[in-house]
């Protein structure tokens, strides 16, 4: 059996790493660990955005061309 392995600086990994952050955080008693954590987050939290801008960025692009395709074999 093979594990599957996700890259570390793949969309995929840091939607994991948000969702695990904040969990972790609602449970985290320690205040210093708490601030920790939100520090963490907010990083992963901004990479993702960038991430998903581009992936939104490709999707609108990928959309448009495909209009174009379909518009020009009519």
């Given at each position: 059996?093979?594990a599957k392995v996700i890259p570390s600086h793949s969309i995929?990994?840091?939607?994991?790493?948000?969702?695990?952050?904040?969990?972790?955080?609602?449970?985290?008693?320690?205040?210093?660990?708490?601030?920790?954590?939100?520090?963490?987050?907010?990083?992963?939290?901004?990479?993702?955005?960038?991430?998903?801008?581009e992936e939104a960025q490709k999707f609108q692009q990928q959309?448009?061309?495909?209009?174009?395709?379909?518009?020009?074999?009519?």
């Amino acid at each position: 059996m093979t594990a599957k392995v996700i890259p570390s600086h793949s969309i995929k990994m840091f939607r994991y790493r948000v969702q695990f952050l904040a969990k972790d955080l609602w449970k985290e008693k320690n205040p210093v660990c708490r601030m920790n954590l939100a520090l963490q987050l907010a990083d992963a939290a901004t990479t993702l955005a960038r991430l998903e801008v581009e992936e939104a960025q490709k999707f609108q692009q990928q959309s448009a061309s495909d209009l174009v395709s379909d518009s020009t074999e009519a």
